[in-house]
Structure formats: C-alpha cells, structure tokens
C-alpha cells in the first residue's frame, strides 16, 4: 500500500521537480560556453528545445490518461487499468517512431537550414540522429507519468524527474573532459531520458495491479485518446496564443520592442511554475472526485483557486508597485522606462492566467476536455485582432494590456463553463468575481500612478486588505482547511 501524502507535500513534490533542472542549467551553461564554445552550444540548445517539443508532442495523451486511470482506480475497475495503460503507451511509443524517424530522414534538410560551419556538418548530423533514436522515449515519458500521478506517486515521478531534468543540463557537461563534440554531448542528453524513460516504466509496472487484466480492446482506448485529442487543441492553441503577441510586435512595431516586451515576460512567466506544480496534483484528485460523485470537486476547486491567489498575488503586487525600479537595477534605465508599465500588464496577466488554471482542470476532470479546447480556439481571433489594433496605437504597452484582458476574458469563460459542468461551484463564484475585479482595479490604478512614493501607498494599502482577505479564504474553515492539506491527492 503506497503512503498517503497531503495535496500540499505533493506540490512541494512538484514544485522542486520543476525548480531543480533550472537550477543545474544554470550553474552548467558558463561550464558548456568555455567547453563548447558559441556554436556548438547554440546547436546543443537546439537539441534542448528538441528534447523539450517531443516530450510535450504526447497528442494530450499524457493528461488524458491520467484521468482515465484516475477515474478506473476511483470506481474499482482495477482490472481495466493495465490495458488502458499499456496501449496508451504503445501509441505514444509508436508517435515517437514515427516523429524521431521523420527528423532522421530529414536531417540534411534540417541542416540545410542552419547557419553550419562546413567542419562541424558531420559533428550535428550524429547529434540529429541521437535526438531522433531517443524520440520515442521522450513521448512515452509523459504518458508514463502521468500514471504516476494518477496513482498519487509524485514522489515517484519526481525521483526520476529531477535527476533526468538535472542530467539533461550536467550531463553534456560531464563528458567535456573527454571530448567537445556536439554529438557526444547530445549522446548523453539522449541517454539520461532513455535512462529515464525506463525506469519510469519499472515504477508503473510496480504500481499496476497484478493479475486479472483484461485484453487489450480498442474501446480501452477511445476515451483516453479523444480526451487526449482535445488536450492538444487546447494546447496547440494555446501555445499560439503565448506567442503571437511577439510576432506582431515584430511585424508592427520593431525587433527591439520585442525583445523590451519579451525580456521581463520570460521572467514574470516563471511565477506561473507555483501553479503548474499545483495543477499536477489537483488534476488526477478532481478526477477521482468526480468519479465518487463527491463534493469534494467544489472544495477543490476553491480550494485551488485560494492556494493559487494567495501564493502568487503578493509577489505580483511587489513586483508591479516596484516595476520601474527592479527593471532599472535589472537591465538598466533605458529598458525600464521603455518595459515598465508593460511589466506592471503581464504581472496582472500572470495572477489571471493563474487562476485560470483551476477551472481548466476541473472541466477537464469532469470530461470536458472539448469545452476547454474551444475556448482557446475562439480567443485567437479576438486576441489577434485586439493586439492588431493596441500595438498599432500603443506599442509594448498596448500588447501587455491585451494580453491581461484576454486573461481575463479566458478566466470569466472558464469559471462560467465550469459552473455549468459542475453543480455546487456556481455559489462560489461571486466571492472570486469581486476579488478579481478588486485586484485588476489595483493594478490598473498602480500602473496610472508615476511616482514610487505613490505607488508604495497603494501596495501598503493592499497589503492592509490582502491580510483579512486571506484570513477571510482560510480562516473561516480552518479545520476544512487543515483536512483538505493532510488529504492524500489520490486514494
């Protein structure tokens, strides 16, 4: 019988499994640039953000099969789980054949493309090839964690995690002594994530249950890979929603303003890793909930809405009031006055899309992974043409300000999609309309205020009512509260 473990010690899980690759890619870049040099590592960054592509190009089945298993293990079809598993991973492996065998057929082309000194040709043709034999690894990954989750095992997942995501980036660092061939570096990345991939594979088999599986039928898998399908329009659409506010910065304005647009939004970006960590463990446990028919989906759902506002709100409030002086320490005075207000924008953007989070898991959870694909697929009409017209006017400015109002548009639709799918969370919604109304006003009235003495009056007045707010969200059920942290995420 695996441990239980709170919701909260599972995040934690999560949150370090995020935060420790990040950190070996830091202290291993100086060391790769000297050993490298310039255009070699520019190559192993591309194979970086090959390795990256292929692991999330699952086709939404890593998420999907999450809840499936969820679902099974909550209803005590214990003997349906193996096959659903081990078919969903069978079409994953079989995604990565056919991606990582398209990449090697066509790898003089894809050298064609790249700016390549004649001697190093043969060098980054090998590292195309290891990239594409590990290809099919990397999709199984996903899928195979995703049953980690749902089992409630993120200690688990997250004992490969931070060791593979820490050898992706130390790894063709330790081979420097030996050689500074690309390919060589790019040979270790690829063995750290077949490494990986195995023993993610020994931990799941270790989980399934033993005996009494049923064959394998076409209709274990329908569920899993239509769920699966609109995960990855909504996706899809949404990574094009991240970054088509750059493409018309470029195409409207200049190269320069993008990179005063993107630089501060790489990093604001990073605050959304507190709620992707909670995101993991709440998927598969409103997955459970709704397959008991228990009211906990409500408390879940509020109380991801809670855990997310109350983390990420006062980091975001410090960070707005504070724009132009943390920018022009930074990046210097130039860049502030040219990002600041834009910066106090996406700060706003970042708490909403955030939030935004929890009602895109619960609908999801509830088997209505469609509603959530259409609703990015609608915004990006809305999105473009807004940006069109507030990045011809405005600039920068005009780009981060549509930006949060599509945030807030997506987070109002999802809340009202989900109050329609489920029963008992159209109550709690007034209470999350004022606070977020409350807290864009703030925003807005922080972004129209020049001075710093002005806009540290408005940050020590919300922090005057921001702590009976939190008091208010946790305080008046504490014992719920306290339950809710020592529940394990997944029974």
Known sequence: MPPQRSIATNVAFNLFGQLAPAAAAAASMPWLLRGLGPERLGVLSL???????????????????????????????????????????????????????????????????????????????????????????????????????????????????????????????????????????????????????????????????????????????????????WMNVAGLAGAA?????????????????????????????????????????????????????????????????????????????IGAALAPEWLALWLGPAFARESARAVQWLLLSVVVQSLAITPLNLLQAVGRAHVTAWLQVLQLPLFVGGLWIAVSRYGIDGAAFTWAARMLLDLALSCWMSARASAGIGPRLPRWIAIVAATAVWFVVVVMTPSLAARTACLLGATAAFVPLAWRLIGDDLPAWRAFLSRSSAH
């Open 241 to 317: 929603l991240a970054y088509v506010d750059r493409l018309v910065l470029g195409r409207l304005v200049s190269l320069s303003a993008v990179a005063y647009y993107a630089t501060p939004q790489e990093l604001t970006g990073k605050l959304t890793v507190v709620p992707v960590a909670l995101s993991g463990v709440l998927l598969p446990a409103l997955g459970t909930a709704d397959a008991r028919g228990s009211s906990d989906v409500v408390r879940l759902f509020d109380r991801g809405l809670t855990y997310t506002f109350l983390l990420l709100a006062p980091v975001a409030a």
């Open 47 to 229: 194979a970086w953000v090959a390795v990256g592509a292929f692991t999330l190009l699952d086709f939404g089945l890593g998420r999907s099969l999450t809840l499936e298993v969820a679902r099974r293990r909550a209803t005590g079809d214990q003997a349906g789980i193996a096959p659903v598993v081990y078919g969903t991973v069978l079409l994953l492996a079989a995604a990565g054949v056919v991606l990582g065998g398209t990449l090697a057929v066509f790898r003089t082309g894809v050298l064609a493309q790249l700016s390549i000194p004649p001697a190093l040709h043969d060098d980054v043709r090998l590292a195309i090839t290891g990239v594409a034999v590990a290809a099919p690894f990397m999709t199984m990954s996903a899928g195979l964690r995703g049953v980690l989750d749902a089992y409630g095992r993120f200690d688990l997942s997250n004992a490969v995690r931070i060791p593979l995501g820490v050898l992706t980036y130390l790894g063709p660092a330790l081979v420097l002594p030996y050689t500074t061939s690309v390919a060589a570096a790019v040979a270790a990345l690829a063995a750290a994530r077949v490494a990986g991939t195995i023993a993610l594979l020994v931990l799941v088999r270790a989980q399934l249950p033993a005996g009494g599986h049923q064959p394998l039928r076409l209709r274990h898998l329908r569920d899993v890979v239509t769920a699966g399908w």
